[in-house]
Each structure stands twice: as structure tokens, then as C-alpha cells.
């Protein structure tokens, strides 16, 4: 499955310049054109390059262009009425055209059936698949016997399930979010363009990467939307999903918007005729306005003598779902804690620890957040030892998981010197005997990548999987990683800020095990990626070094890539082994004078010993 879209277009040209640019015209052009016509996707399907499939894919193509030229507002709609097919409400609908041309069959003989479909999905229990399909076209290749004698156009236009594929792995939304693309696609049914929008606000829109801005904007189209509703169903079920997004939001975004008399207004400028928000909508966006305060305050203790108020109290208890009171005890706690001028206290955090592990993930968060705020590498390092002992009693460490991989992609262009020790401790929960656990770790010995027996499978699924979700973010952070890592080599730079070679090779370093560890094919991409640079005599990295010692780190990652990526026992990564083997003269002749060769010499061992394997 392939997204095409504009900023996949600009990557595209950008990498393969010659080659994309006339592609990336004639693309550009095409994206340009397709708005006018309210078509805000198209989804293509192509087995082969047979004369059968070549000849359903014209026949479907030339029925869509005649949709919408019958369609257009120029023309009378009367003309194609023994052409255009109507959806269940009552407009016309592209997909539901097309089906019926490629299978020859009048619109007249398909309202029946649109109509029969249309009061299944009503009657549907809440349960069932036909509840969970978002329109009635889709719900017709539900019926065995209806797939099997219709053949389903191999091109679809604005169809919400192939929209949303990529952040449901092909699945069927849930009932009630069926329900809700449902009730959108009716309210703007006669606007796709608005429709799109409005789903990409609730279930698409990453909030991590917006604007305050085009947060303002995305909340009143949710706003519109549940004003115009008449369905309670649909109005709860907007508020969760916008709920959810919202609390990706960074604190940074919520500090950039205010809410005065129930408008909500942007840093950036304010909206033309914004009225106030729906009355539960205002509160969701209040709750998260006022946690970006509290969360702020919570991080102040550290430095500084801190008030804290019913508000709150009131913030932290709903964000961790507990009682006032508990929320009470949660922030004298942290005060006992974390001592102005930065200071941890693991003796009173390690005694609190059962009371901390009650609230699992919400808890981990807050506490990990204060990882970056304390300066003095001792508390620092008292304070990752005491989170370790504090994932051993918790129900599913798999959460705390999920906070750290999620803080690292967090801010993919940005580097933290925090980020590495979430590496080492996610290549420690990994493990399923930790003699590390609870002790002071520095790095992840690279023995841990013989380990087979020893790896916990659910957790090292779990991070694979997250990798594979947030594949894009993922590697946006890796590239930063390892471009900072490149410039690093031979560099004279006195940038007191920049972050040192070795602390980045370590980083990378932690990675790969991850990688290695949990598998996946994001994960051994990367690795084979690293594999094929660091193997090259001729590589920028080598080219640029020049000292002993940084063709040695060099050196030292080929030798961790190469272990971890025959750790996957691929065949198809024999000929990268051989590759390197057969190199082996160029890197003596390449660097004579820097490259150590012991080093080199266990590097080629573990070379042999993958392409044996």
C-alpha cells in the first residue's frame, strides 16, 4: 500500500531528481486540478497488467470522468439519471457509478439494492461488521454471493475506509466511529472537500505536528459538525475521537491558545466570525488548556517554591483519573521527591513506589518528563534507576513502553541527551531476565544480540509494532540522529551546544539493538540502511574522518549493524556481507594511517560469521 500525496510528491523530487521531476509536473499538475472536482482521494488498485484488469481500469476511469461531467455545475444532473447512481442519501456517488458501469447494470436496477443495503446497516446490531462499514458501498461486497458476481472498479474516489486504512492496517472502524463517518458524509455529503477535512480532524490529523493555528481551525470544524448533528451518538462519539488527538497535543501548543468567553483564539492570529464553542467541546479544550498549565507548574518544583490550586488538583485528577484527594497526595509526593536547585530523592520516591504504580502510564509520564528538567547527571542517573524499579511493578510495563518510544519521537528534528537513556532502559524491558533492572545501567552490552530465548516476545512485538505505526516519525528521528552523527566526523566546530561524537555514536548504537531486538521490517531496513554506508571505504563518513579515533566509532557501528542485522538470518543480506568482505582492500587502502587494525580485524570476523550464518 502506497500513499501518494503532496509532501510525498516534494520527497519524491527532492531524492530523485532527474528522474521524478516531469513525474512531479504532471503529479502537481494532476493534484491541482482534482479539488475543483470535490475529490479529495483517489485509491487505486492494481493486481496485474493483464488485458482483463487494463480493460476494468479504462472502463472505470471513463466512467468516473462522465460522473463528472453529468455532475459538473454546468450541466443537468437529468441527463445521466439512467447513469448516476445515488447513495443512501439521495446523492449521487462516484464509487456506486462506476460499480455499476464496469458491471453494466442501469442506475435504476441498482437503487433497489442501494436502498435494501442501506436499511441493513440501519438494523445492523451494534456488533456486527455491516455496523462497523462506514457506507453502503462498502457494505455491498460484505454479501459473499454480491462479491462474487460484481466485480469491484479497481479505482475509488473519497471512499472513507480506504482513507483511513493506513491508520487502521485495513481494519473496519469500531460501531460509533462507523456512525460518525456516516453522519459526516451526510451533513457533507454535497461539500467532500469539507467532509474530508472534517474526518482528518478526528481521525487522521497527526496534533503532534500542527500549528496553534491550524489547531484553532480543526477544532471548530468539529465544532460545526457537533452543533449541526442531531444524533447524541455521533456528538459523544466526536468528542472522544477529538479528545484522544488533542491529548498528543504538546503542552507548547496549548500554551500558544486562549479561550475568552468560549472563543477560541491563536498566538497566530484569530479566526473571522468565531463564535463561542459547544458547551462539552469547551470543556475538553479547557481541561487540556488547563493540564498544560498544571504540567508546567508540576516541572517548577524542581527550581522553585510552587502554589498549587483547585484547578489544579482538579486537572491532575481527571488526566490520571483518580480523586482529588489521591491527586492531593500525588503532588505533595512529587514536592518530597523533587527539591528545588533540581535535586532527586530516591529513598522517598523508591518508598512511594506501590502508590506511584497504581496509576501506571499516566504516572510513568508525568514522572519521565522529569528526566529532561533535572540538570545534575547524578539525580538524573538515581532517577532513571528508580523509574526501572518503578516498571517492575506495574501491571503492564508495556505502557511504560509506549511513553518512552513516544517521548523520542516526540520531536523528530530535535535532539535530548535524555532520549539515549530511553533506549537503553526500552533495550532492558525487552529482556525478560533483568539482571540490569533496577541497577545502573550505562550501555546495552552488545551480547544481548546472541540473546533468543532470554527476549520477552510481547514486548519486543509491542515496540516493533509502534516502529511500524509510526514509521514516519520514527525515521525522521534517525535521520536527525545520524546527519548530526555525519557532521560530527571531521568536524572543527567549537559549539560548546553541539552534542559529542561519542555520546551520538552511542545513541545510534542503542537503536540498532533495538531494532535488532524487536525485529520488524522497519527495523532491519534501518539496519541494513547503516550496514551499506558504514561498509563503503568510499562513504562520507570515512571520507570525512580524520582521526584515528573516529574511524574507530566508525568501525565500531558497522561491527554492532552487522551483528544486529545478522541477527535477523535474511539470505537476501549475503550479498551486503560479501560486499563488505570483498572491500576489505579498499579500507586498508583508503585510511592507512587512521584505520586500527584490530578493530578492522574483528569487524571482518564478525563479517564471516554473518555471511556463515
Not at 541 to 569: D, T
Request: glycine share 4%; aromatic share 8%.
Amino acid at each position: 500500500r502506497t500513499l501518494l500525496d503532496v509532501s510525498t510528491l516534494k520527497k519524491l523530487v527532492s531524492i530523485e531528481k532527474n528522474e521524478a521531476y516531469r513525474l512531479g509536473e504532471k503529479l502537481g499538475l494532476s493534484f491541482n486540478s482534482i479539488p475543483p472536482l470535490g475529490i479529495y482521494m483517489v485509491a487505486t488498485t492494481f493486481h496485474d497488467a493483464s488485458q482483463q484488469n487494463l480493460y476494468l481500469m479504462r472502463s472505470a476511469l471513463k466512467s468516473l470522468i462522465k460522473f463528472f461531467r453529468l455532475t459538473s455545475s454546468s450541466l443537468s444532473q437529468d441527463k445521466g439519471s439512467d447513469f448516476l447512481v445515488l447513495n443512501e442519501f439521495g446523492r449521487p456517488d462516484p464509487n456506486l457509478t462506476m460499480l455499476a458501469a464496469i458491471n453494466n447494470v442501469k442506475a435504476g436496477a441498482m437503487r433497489p439494492l442501494v436502498e435494501k443495503v442501506a436499511s441493513m446497516m440501519k438494523a445492523a446490531p451494534a456488533g456486527s461488521i455491516l455496523a462497523r462499514t462506514p457506507s453502503v458501498y462498502d457494505a455491498i461486497f460484505l454479501d459473499p454471493k454480491l462479491r462474487e458476481r460484481l466485480k469491484r472498479p479497481s479505482v475509488e474516489v473519497n471512499n472513507p475506509r480506504r482513507m483511513l486504512a493506513g491508520k487502521m492496517d485495513g481494519a473496519l472502524p469500531h460501531p460509533q466511529s462507523a456512525q460518525l463517518l456516516r453522519e459526516v458524509a451526510h451533513l457533507y455529503g454535497g461539500n467532500p472537500l469539507k467532509a474530508a477535512r472534517t474526518m482528518d480532524c478526528l481521525f487522521l490529523r497527526d496534533y503532534r505536528d500542527v500549528s496553534s493555528m491550524e489547531m484553532v481551525e480543526s477544532v471548530y470544524d468539529v465544532d460545526q459538525l457537533i452543533k449541526k448533528t442531531r444524533t447524541p451518538a455521533v456528538m459523544k462519539e466526536a468528542l472522544t475521537r477529538i479528545r484522544e488527538k488533542l491529548d498528543q497535543a504538546p503542552d507548547y501548543l496549548m500554551d500558544s491558545i486562549s479561550i475568552d468567553d468560549g472563543v477560541l483564539t491563536s498566538m497566530a492570529g484569530e479566526m473571522e466570525e468565531a463564535a463561542p464553542l459547544q458547551r462539552d467541546l469547551l470543556r475538553v479544550i479547557a481541561f487540556f488548556k488547563q493540564r498544560s498549565e498544571t504540567n508546567e507548574k508540576i516541572h517548577k518544583i524542581l527550581y522553585e517554591t510552587v502554589e498549587f490550586d483547585k484547578k489544579d488538583v482538579d486537572a491532575l485528577a481527571h488526566d490520571l483519573g483518580i480523586d482529588a484527594s489521591e491527586a492531593t497526595q500525588t503532588i505533595e509526593l512529587l514536592q518530597k521527591c523533587f527539591k528545588a536547585g533540581g535535586h532527586f530523592s530516591r529513598g522517598v520516591f523508591e518508598k512511594n513506589i506501590p502508590f506511584f504504580a497504581k496509576h501506571e502510564k499516566k504516572m510513568f509520564q508525568l514522572l519521565w518528563g522529569f528526566l529532561k528538567d533535572i540538570n545534575a547527571r547524578e539525580d538524573r542517573v538515581a532517577l532513571l534507576d528508580s523509574l526501572q524499579l518503578l516498571i517492575s511493578k506495574m501491571k503492564r510495563p508495556d505502557m511504560a513502553l509506549d511513553v518512552i518510544l513516544s517521548d523520542f519521537i516526540t520531536f523528530p528534528e530535535m535532539l535530548d541527551y535524555s532520549e539515549r537513556n530511553g533506549l537503553m532502559l526500552a533495550n532492558v524491558l525487552m529482556r525478560k531476565y533483568n539482571k540490569e533492572l533496577g541497577n545502573r545501567i550505562e550501555r546495552t552490552p552488545e551480547e544481548v544480540l546472541l540473546a533468543r530465548a532470554g527476549i520477552s516476545e510481547e514486548m519486543a512485538g509491542f515496540i516493533a509494532d509502534f516502529i511500524e505505526r509510526e514509521q514516519d516519525r520514527f525515521l525522521r528521528k534517525m535521520r536527525t540522529i545520524h546527519e548530526e552523527l555525519v557532521a560530527c566526523i571531521g568536524s572543527e566546530s567549537d559549539d560548546v551546544d553541539r552534542m559529542s561524537l561519542r555520546f551520538l555514536v552511542s545513541m545510534e548504537r542503542e537503536i540498532y539493538i533495538l531494532l535488532s531486538l524487536s525485529g520488524g521490517v522497519t527495523g532491519r531496513r534501518i539496519i541494513r540502511s547503516a550496514v551499506r554506508e558504514y561498509g563503503d571505504p568510499h562513504s562520507h563518513p570515512y571520507e570525512n574522518a580524520r582521526s584515528q579515533e573516529e574511524v574507530k566509532s566508525i568501525l565500531q557501528l558497522l561491527q554492532l549493524a552487522v551483528r544486529s542485522l545478522g541477527r535477523f538470518g535474511a539470505k537476501e543480506d549475503t550479498p551486503l556481507f560479501r560486499r563488505i568482505k570483498q572491500s576489505a582492500e579498499d579500507f586498508l587502502k583508503s585510511k592507512p594511517k587512521l584505520l586500527p587494525k584490530e578493530t578492522f580485524k574483528i569487524v571482518m570476523e564478525h563479517v564471516t560469521a554473518a555471511l556463515r550464518a
